[in-house]
């Protein structure tokens, strides 16, 4: 009984550690993406185990590549004020063990993903793929130009959870991706700003540091309109209520003024004002998506 | 003044609020009302949702002034357009006019009084149709008895415009701190009458 309690107790401790590694929050926000990719083929017949498995391959995927990521770049994190707490940084779990934890994650992700539907792991792995090798591996240190790889990685939950709703890829999972593709600039580059220093002191490449502020906040409010427009069209394609138009429409303005504000009148507060909307208003495209 | 957790819950009920009716549209109404509601009820959601991200600052900006005002101009030229069929052109004309006027007057850096007057003139109209038409209706038998809550929901979004104008006039009835901390059941209270009142005419 001692033995048992001691095991629960150690668990218990290994899971809160092991959770910071997942980044629960955007793992949890890509998550929504594939459940509403899925959700948007409006398959005729839904049954809680295709949706279930769907859900629990995908985490353990975008788990795993997240903390693959997050060990190869422990070093980055040590450094910089924002992550330097985190479980790898700070030597509260082991590179060796985090690697583990990572790749037994993804390989379990896709390979569930696989025989659950061939097609479906494929573009599961894709994603882990673009994610790890290109955007973590081989770009993040060397260009700024790497978050179009990390966005292209973030845009195959969604077509991966549409793939698995219809079997086959369409138009619209493609356009999905595109508009998750363009909404990472809005999530990353306002991040990038916000934390610019820490991101020059661990010399990491980003947009502000190569290009300028102006720059990328003219980036940010292009590829917030190109996101918005991709996602209203494909929920017009998909065939959703007007009134869910009419509301994605409304959610889209307010992304539009906080980039434009940005732009126009850039300060701290409007610039992390904006990181936050765009997390909200992801969620809330996927919601209507869904419903 | 920093802003709290239950102003946090009832700017997003304001938001959920407006986001609802946005979605479920206005019974029977045409293609320019639905567009005027759907503006109105728009700004209320995303004036929610950055109150909640960006805290009270946000009414610092001086696009506050510029963007409250849809409020009042589309709602009321959606009650306008389905109630007072003779009336649509003219309230059109002002509403556009009026909307022009606002932003150049804010925009240009004028130091008169002008600015306040075309602020007062153009939000009075609004204000005073949205809180009149609907009762004026509900008396004379012409709406359900329901309707007249749209009224009600005027009156509350004109005791707010007025409070927040006086106060970035420097000329407050309440104190800041007051006005910022009942601020968010006003909005609350007024989207519930507007939207009970739609879904009761």
């Given at each position: 009984m001692h033995n048992l309690q001691s095991a629960i107790r150690n668990l218990q401790s290994k899971i809160r550690l092991y959770w910071p590694l997942t980044k629960s929050l955007q793992t949890g926000l890509l998550l929504s993406t594939g459940l509403a990719g899925y959700m948007s083929a409006r398959c005729p017949v839904m049954h809680w185990y295709d949706f279930l498995g769907l859900a629990v391959s995908l985490f353990l995927a975008i788990a795993g590549s997240t903390i693959i990521n997050m060990w190869y770049d422990r070093d980055i994190d040590a450094s910089m004020k924002r992550t330097c707490d985190r479980p790898l940084a700070s030597g509260q779990v082991s590179p060796t063990e985090a690697l583990r934890l990572g790749l037994v994650l993804s390989l379990l992700g896709v390979g569930m993903a696989v025989v659950m539907s061939p097609l479906y792991g494929l573009v599961v792995f894709a994603g882990l793929f673009f994610d790890v090798?290109?955007?973590?591996?081989?770009?993040k240190r060397r260009t700024c130009w790497s978050i179009v790889w990390g966005g292209i990685s973030g845009g195959m939950p969604i077509l991966a959870g549409r793939v698995f709703g219809l079997g086959h890829v369409d138009g619209i999972g493609i356009l999905l991706a595109l508009a998750v593709l363009f909404w990472i600039p809005t999530h990353i580059l306002t991040f990038s700003m916000r934390y610019h220093e820490d991101y020059q002191a661990a010399k990491i490449p980003t947009f502000p540091s190569i290009y300028g502020f102006l720059a990328t906040r003219t980036t940010i409010a292009i590829s917030s309109v190109l996101a918005a427009l991709s996602i209203a069209i494909a929920g017009v394609l998909i065939g959703m209520e007007w009134g869910f138009v009419r509301l994605l429409a409304v959610l889209s303005a307010g992304l539009l003024l906080l980039a434009v504000a940005s732009v126009f009148r850039p300060t701290e507060r409007v610039n992390f004002g904006l990181f936050k909307y765009a997390s909200l208003y992801m969620l809330s495209a996927m919601i209507l998506l869904s419903i | 003044m920093k802003i709290t957790l239950l102003d946090r819950i009832l700017l997003l009920a304001t938001g959920l609020l407006a986001a609802w009716q946005v979605a479920v549209g206005i019974n029977g109404a045409n293609t320019l009302p639905m567009i005027a509601y759907t503006i109105a009820f728009g700004v209320l959601l995303v004036a929610g949702l950055l109150l909640i991200i960006l805290?009270?600052?946000?009414?610092?900006?001086?696009?506050v002034v510029i963007v409250s005002t849809v409020i009042p101009l589309s709602l009321s030229l959606g009650l306008v357009w389905e109630h007072l069929a003779a009336c649509r052109t003219v309230y059109l004309v002002f509403v556009i006019v009026g909307f022009l006027a606002i932003l150049l007057t804010r925009l240009l850096p004028l130091r008169n009084i002008l600015p306040v007057m075309v602020l007062a003139f153009v939000h009075g109209i609004a204000g005073l149709t949205i809180f009149l038409l609907p009762i004026v209706w509900t008396l004379t038998g012409?709406?359900?008895?329901?309707?007249a809550l749209v009224g009600v929901g005027g009156a509350l979004i004109g005791v707010g415009g007025l409070l927040l104008a006086l106060l970035k006039a420097g000329k407050p009835l309440l104190s800041r701190s007051t006005i910022l901390k009942v601020l968010p059941g006003l909005l609350l209270l007024m989207t519930a009458a507007f939207v009970a009142g739609f879904a009761l005419a």
């Open positions: 090798v290109i955007y973590t591996l081989w770009l | 805290g009270f600052d946000v009414l610092e900006s001086p696009i012409r709406a359900a008895p329901g309707f």
